[in-house]
């Protein structure tokens, strides 16, 4: 959610919000989404992170696609030969992967942001403590937008 969120106020600049939203979850939202869909169908959906022996393998190998800054340029590049406004939006594509890297370790989806070139992956650090941060700079960034919007009218 907060990848959308950011990518939402930060790459919305000719393009609806919504689209940059998009986005800004599609890395995940592909990845995972398809495997809550299949588990919520079966009822086997639980909260929390799934063990890594749960997972499917096609799973990781989507992560590895929609988490790839190679793949990623190479799309935002077709697309802005096609349209250069939505091609701006998926700049919350790039943002997810950039703030992807540091924060997840090697022991869970560390994200392999030179696929297919490199296997290469960052161990980041995962902590309550950085989520809470994301989440406070996230509120204050809404403010901050919503109140230079109030004062440009
Ligand atoms: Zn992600």
Redesign the pocket.
């Known amino acids: 959610m907060s990848?959308g969120l950011w990518g939402g106020i930060i790459f919305r600049k000719g393009s609806p919000y919504w689209l940059a939203f998009a986005f800004g979850v599609l890395?995940?939202a592909l990845?995972f989404g398809p495997l809550v869909v299949l588990r919520m169908t079966a009822g086997e959906l639980v909260m929390g992170r799934p063990g890594l022996n749960t997972i499917p393998p096609w799973v990781y190998t989507v992560?590895n696609w929609?988490?790839s800054l190679v793949i990623a340029a190479v799309a935002i590049i077709i697309l802005w030969q096609i349209n250069r406004k939505p091609a701006i939006a998926a700049g919350a594509w790039v943002l997810?992967?950039l703030m992807?890297i540091p924060v997840?370790t090697q022991d869970y989806?560390p994200?392999s942001f030179l696929y297919p070139l490199s296997p290469f992956t960052f161990n980041g650090i995962s902590s309550i403590k950085l989520w809470a941060v994301n989440w406070l700079l996230l509120i204050l960034a809404y403010i901050f937008f919503h109140f230079r919007k109030s004062s440009l009218r």
């Open positions: 990848h890395p995940d990845a992560y929609t988490h997810h992967i992807d997840h989806f994200t």
